[in-house]
């Protein structure tokens, strides 16, 4: 009897530890999912960082000229609050989640979910700054067309 009942309880232990493994697996994945869902908002966002500038420039020449030169000084600065936040975001991006990713193999399930949780975060984040982007470049653009 007392060998069933350690027979028992090595199998229960056995598909524990399985079904642990399969929740690491299964939140690594989730980990990895929102990564590069925050990272496609980055890659949809970096290329307009050019068109700020250009607006930006376009925005500074047409107030230099302009008897009302402070809707475009501040369509200009709506442009440079965008892409310091921008800047901010990917420097912080970077030191928090791109520079620590190897760690996530080594990760437990509670750790993982940290991460996860944090990742969730970040991609509100992501989106925030990719509004506030968006919307400062249609606004230089009606005042630059």
């Known amino acids: 009897m007392k060998l069933i009942n350690r027979l028992a309880l090595l199998l229960s232990l056995a598909l524990l530890a399985v079904s642990c493994a399969e929740d ?8 990895e999912e929102l990564f590069h869902q925050v990272l496609d908002v980055h890659d949809e966002v970096m290329p307009k960082m050019g068109d700020i500038s250009e ?3 376009d925005l500074k020449a047409i107030a230099d ?5 402070e809707k475009y000084l501040k369509a200009e600065q709506k442009l440079q609050d965008a892409d ?3 800047m901010d975001w990917m420097h ?6 791109v520079k620590n990713k190897a760690k996530v193999q080594k ?19 992501v989106k925030a700054m990719q509004q506030a982007v968006n919307a400062s470049i249609e606004n ?6």
């Not at 690491?24 to 980990?31: G, L, V, W």
């Not at 230089?140 to 067309?145: E, G, I, P």
């Open 65 to 69: 000229t302009s008897a009302t030169a």
């Open 140 to 145: 230089a653009r009606s005042l630059t067309n």
């Open 55 to 57: 607006l930006s420039k």
């Open 92 to 97: 912080s991006f970077s030191d928090e989640f």
């Open 24 to 31: 690491t697996s299964a939140k690594k994945e989730q980990y």
């Open 107 to 125: 990760m437990n399930n509670e750790e993982l979910q940290e991460q996860i949780k944090a990742l969730q975060e970040e991609l509100g984040d």
């Open 84 to 86: 310091k936040l921008m």
